[in-house]
Every structure is written in structure tokens, then in C-alpha cells.
């Protein structure tokens, strides 16, 4: 599967194993402290100052067990002095977002189990976003957004259609697979089901076990021809779609460190393909700055100690990478892009919430501009909100003399930036715009049953994108624009140098 | 790893069973306890559950499965065999999403199209055309098992189309949690790849108190791993009739 041979970057990967098996989490020290102040006495018994002892962080009381940055957010959510992977803990939840797809069911499932009267919990800790199929003439689909609409304003939802304040290191629960993407944020956040997300639309609880940390440490200078995409592809790669089950995968090093919040939005956000809990990445100078215009509510940042225990740490020399893609029909079946060259492609697709963003479109135009070529197979761009849409029309590409990215993507005969959706990604009802569908399903439809699509998504599964049998390269959005300028999987260092 | 107890085992005393104190469960619309102190003097889930009511069935719950004879410890039918990695686009492709389980139509409809997304190389399908339920009762699978999206469509569909147990190596961590929390499959794990030993068509019955599964077409008998404490609450119906049973809600809502 993980074609982990024909990667020649297995060299430069050091694993280290560290020694903490499943014994060693049970096996904490147990540093009781009953009652720290019970012997201080009132009477003054000397004017000297008292000898100071090296006082050990056990003794002050502030540190008990060194805790990583998840383990310390879901201590502080389930309202404990500490917590050990593996603990099951109810959690108050600080934010539920939940959308079209699965809003329906989690506000039906609230109604009949708390009563039709019922008031959810707190009106302004629930955001729903309708993204999922909101461009379709498809009857269920838009009936359901209108259910939705009807329960928030029924329940008086603050935060409908909009996701401006999220973010302040605390514990967010959507109904979508994809929410680990906010813990770039340096919060806890994780996918449930709506029948989850109905008990906590009720109660604002969650039963959650605690996962053990994996740790990522990624150093060295990122070369000008890599994104984010391709740090968590070769990670995927690495430890397999099921290398992160159950447990969280937290980013450090001096790379991540110089990654803007948009890219690491791009690591969170595929965690879960690694079968992940979640992903954190922990709060520095850009996600201060980056929330700054976007929350007014107060936030303590938290950081795992030196002394927490992961699992395993992985360190990589980002410097030695190369551009990756994920073959079909599984994001870790990791090969080099240029490994690909012979695959010859029928189109791109740049969009989604980890390939929709607007430094994603920056990207894929720096290459566009780059080349000064057009694109030889139908290229299609899906941004991930109304946000980004305005950005693609407004914001001056660096070093094109002020163009736009739409301006741009014109130029290199692109199809025009689609209305802000999840789009074809997840395929979807098959009106969906640039959906992969049976050639017989539409006239407009320019695809064989076998289509090779290169994607920015995150997932390419049998079916992914709408027909079974259509192949899709994950990769990012240069390896993506490279690719489409060519008609074959490409190296954007064919563009980029 | 140990997934069967990862939704409910050593459950702490959950701090809203409590009489109230923390300010968002001042609205009247929270859960209200009854009675506090029951809950208190022993463990929430492995106390056994009253059976003097009966079930609650609730929408998204099917009453009798077509294929299988169910009773609370055992299943018995016949078996579908998928390999490792089954994502949830396989189980329930995404254009049939905009089903919502909770309407009993709708319901029904998503067990038409469970497993409809696997790969052509699936020469035996699990659902026939213009069917609501499957003949197969039993889900024999690989490794992470219900990868991928969040959709609790993907256990809803099995259940809906009449299966009882998913027997796999591994589960991805939202598909075994939607199991438990609707109650619509029990997500058990097996200690071998019997995705290997098994074929589609066998026979097989799961003896659930035993952590067993027999194949009579072969013959042979395999053990499986404890489902622990999701067991109870997938037999209850999912975290709702459970809560309901256990004290934890009131059971009576509106």
C-alpha cells in the first residue's frame, strides 16, 4: 500500500521510538497533594529569610504530571487538575459546528431525545455552516438547508453562516471529519457523529477518551517548491492511514513554526486520513496575529511539557523533501510527483477546505505566472468560502504588476472560480459542479469513466469525487497547477526554478 | 488498540448528574435529574439495565433485521467479505447523504445503497436492485474498518439495511463511536484477519457473551474481542435509550 520503496526520503526520516509503551501511561506518578497549605504556621519564628530548598514542580502544586498540549486542553475542559491517554472524560464543549449534512439529523435527534420544546445549550456556542451541497438543484439537498435555516432561527443561532470567532484553544466538536483542521489554532478539535452532536446540542457534554500524542518535529528550511500538502502527504505516507488511529498528531519544529495559519490549517486538516483524533499545533506569534481581527474572547495559549509523553516522535529534514502526490485510492499511497510524470491526466481540481484556501490560489497562480503558459486540461476552481471567492477577485498576486488571481487563472484558460462550496470533493448530488460523473450522466460532461483527476483535496477513496472508477492524485496546489499546464502529473520545480 | 472500551468504560461521576451548579445547566430545558443520588452509589454502565420497560424504538432504529435471527447475545446469518480500509465513501457514497436517518423513509432508503460504493472488483454485491435490506447480516472486514468522513450515515445505512454485527480487524475512531451512539451495529473486533478465512455466503453465527464467531460453512471457530461497555448501549438502542435506562436523562422528554 504506502509505496514507502519508491520513496527515496526514508533516509533522512529518524524515528524515535520513544520507550513508553501502554504500561508506562498507567504507571504515572502519583504525586499526592492533600493539603499544601495545611503546616504553614502564623507565628514568626525568625526574621532571617527561610532557606530556600530547590523547590520541585511537584511540590508547588502548579505542575503534577507533565502533560502534553491535548492531554492539558481536555484536563481543562473535563474541569481536572490532569489527565492520562486513555481516560474517558466528559468534556464541556466550548464550540459544536455542524452543516447541511449532518445539521438535519443532529437537530431531529435533539428534538425527539430532549423534547420539542427544548432550548439547545447556549445558542452562542453553536456554529452552523450550510457548505456541503448548497449549489445544486438537487430538491433533498435544499430542502435540508432549509430545515436547517428554520431551526437556527427557532434556536435563535448566533453564529448561522458564519465562522468568524472561532478559535480560542479550547474544545470544538463538528459534524464533519475534516473540523481536526482547526486545531492549527492550538485547540482541541475533532469529528463526531450527529447523534453525538445531538446530545451535546442538549447538554453541551461530550464523553471523549483521551488520546496519546504522536509527535511531529519538522526542521530545516521548506524549499521553494513545497506547501504544507506535501509535509502531511509524506507524513501519511509514513505511518499509513491508520498510523494515527485513535490518537493526536501534534506539528513542532522550526519549519511548522514558519508556516503561515493557512498552512497549517493544511496539516490539521488531513489528520484524519491518518485515521487521527485530532491535530494540534502549538499557539506562537502568527496564530496571535491571526486571531487578533477575528475573536474578542480571552484565550490562555497551552504547550505540552518538556516531560509529556508521546507515543513515538518522527522528525523530518524538510529541506531534503520533494513534491509529493497520493495516488489512487488512498492518501498514503505516497510517490514523488515526478515518479508520476508518464500519468497523463483529464483535469484539476483546486478547492476544498485544505486545498479551497486563498494561499492555496496564490499558489497555484505564482505558478500560472511562472510559466506564462495555459492549461491543457479542463482546470477547476472551487474556493472554500465567500472569503476566499472575494480574495481570488481582489487580492494583487506578489510579482505579477497587481494582477489578480482570477485575472490569472483567466490568462492560463482556467474555468472561472466557482461560488464558494465543498464542491466536488466529496462528490456529492451529481449536479454538482465539476463532479466526476459517468460520461452518459450529462452532456456537458467531458470525462471517461476512468478520468485522472489531480486534486487538493484530502481524500481520494474509490468514489470520492462522485464515479468509482475515477482516479485521483492528492496533491498540492503548485504540484496541481503544474500538472495542469502539462496534461500530466508534474513536479512544480518544472515551473518554480 | 482498545477500542470496545473506548466510549464507556471507568465513567466519572459526569458533573451534570450533579445537582446543578455550573451555570449552563441552570435552563430548564437540560437534562433535570430525578433523582440524583442513584447514580452516584455505582457505576453507571455496568449496572445491569432494567428490563421491565421495554425498548424505546426510535426512528433510526430497525425492529428485525430480515436475514438474521437476532437475540441479545447471538447473530446468525450470512456474511459479506470487504478488505481493509473500507472508507465511508464505500459504505454510503456522499450523493446519498442528503438522507436524513431520522425520517423513516429516508431511513430505509440509506439501507437500499449501503455498501453500493465499492469498487466493481465486488462481483457479489451486497444489496440487490430494488431492495431495502440485504441478505447479508454479518460484515466481515479487514483493517480500519468506516475510515474517512464523520457520516454517521455509514453505520445507519447497515443497520437500516439489516445488518447486526461488523466483524472487523480495526475500526476507524468516528465509525465505532456512531455505532455506539446510535446503536445500529455492533462494531466487533476479531484477534485474526478472518477477512482472509472467511467468503461471502458462509454462514455464520456470532456468540456475543462468548466473544466468538463460528463459520459453519468452514467449520471453523474464531475468537473475537470483548465489545465491553458499548456493548450494553448498542443492545439499549445507542447513548439516548441508554442515558434513558441508566438514569443518566429523564425518560420522558417533552
Known sequence: MASSATVSSSAFINKVQKDVGLSTFSTQPSFSIQNPKKTVSRKIVSVMAPQQFERK??????????????????????????????????????????HDVCGPGSFAIFKTEFGQNAKVWDREKIVVIPDHYIFTADERANRNVDILRDYCIEQNIKYFYDIKDLGDFKVLLGTDSHTCTTGALGQFATGIGLTDA?????????????????????DGEMPN???????????????????????????????????????????????IEAGGKNGVVPADSTTYKYLEDKTSVPYEAVYSD????????????????????AKPHSPDNRALARECKDVKIDRVYIGSCIGGKTEDFLAAAKVFLASGKKVKVPTFLVPATQKVWMDVYSLPVPGSGGKTCSQIFEEAGCDTPASPTCGACMGGPRDTYARLNE???SYYTILYWNTVCVSTTNRNFPGRMGHKEGQIYLASPYTAAASALTGFVTDPREFLQ | MATSSSLHTHLPNPSFLSPPKHPSLSHPSIIKLTN?????????????????SPLPLTLRRSTTTASASTTATSFHGLCYVVGDNIDTDQIIPA????????????????????????????????????????????????DNFGCGSSREHAPVALGAAGVAAVVAESYARIFFRNS????????????????????????????????????HTTGKEYKMKPIGDAGPVIEAGGIFAYARKAGMIPSQAA
Open chain 2, 36 to 52: 440524583p443520588q442513584i447514580s452516584h452509589s455505582k457505576p453507571l454502565i455496568s449496572s445491569p439495565l432494567p428490563l421491565s
Open chain 1, 439 to 441: 460520461p452518459q450522466a
Open chain 1, 198 to 218: 445531538g446530545f451535546v446540542l442538549g447538554t453541551g457534554k461530550l464523553l471523549l477518551k483521551v488520546p496519546p500524542t504522536l509527535r511531529f518535529v519538522m
Open chain 2, 180 to 215: 455506539v451512539a446510535t446503536g445500529e451495529v455492533y462494531p466487533l473486533e476479531s484477534e485474526v484477519r478472518i477477512c482472509e478465512e472467511c467468503k461471502t455466503g458462509d454462514v455464520v453465527t456470532i456468540e456475543l457473551g462468548e466473544n466468538k464467531l463460528i463459520n
Open chain 1, 225 to 271: 517548491y513545497l506547501l504544507a500538502k506535501d509535509l502531511i502527504l509524506q507524513i501519511i505516507g509514513e505511518i499509513s492511514m491508520s498510523g494515527a488511529t485513535y490518537k493526536a498528531m501534534e506539528f513542532v519544529g522550526t519549519t511548522v513554526e514558519s508556516l503561515t495559519m493557512e498552512e497549517r490549517m493544511t496539516l490539521c486538516n488531513m489528520v
Open chain 1, 306 to 325: 518538556e516531560q509529556a509523553r508521546f507515543v513515538s516522535e518522527y522528525r523530518f529534514d524538510v529541506s531534503k523533501l520533494e513534491p509529493l502526490v
Open chain 2, 95 to 142: 450523493e446519498y447523504l442528503t438522507l436524513v436517518p431520522s425520517n423513516p423513509d429516508e431511513y430505509k432508503k440509506l439501507g437500499s445503497y449501503a455498501l453500493i460504493g465499492l469498487p466493481s472488483s465486488y462481483l457479489i454485491r451486497f444489496m440487490d436492485p430494488n431492495q431495502f435490506k440485504s441478505k447479508y447480516s454479518i460484515v466481515i472486514a479487514g
Open chain 1, 57 to 98: 514542580p511537584a511540590t508547588t502544586g502548579s505542575v503534577k504530571t507533565a502533560m502534553t498540549m491535548t492531554e492539558k486542553i481536555l484536563a481543562r475542559a473535563s474541569e481536572k487538575p490532569q489527565l492520562s491517554p486513555g481516560e474517558n472524560v466528559w468534556v464541556n464543549v466550548d464550540v459544536l459546528m455542524t
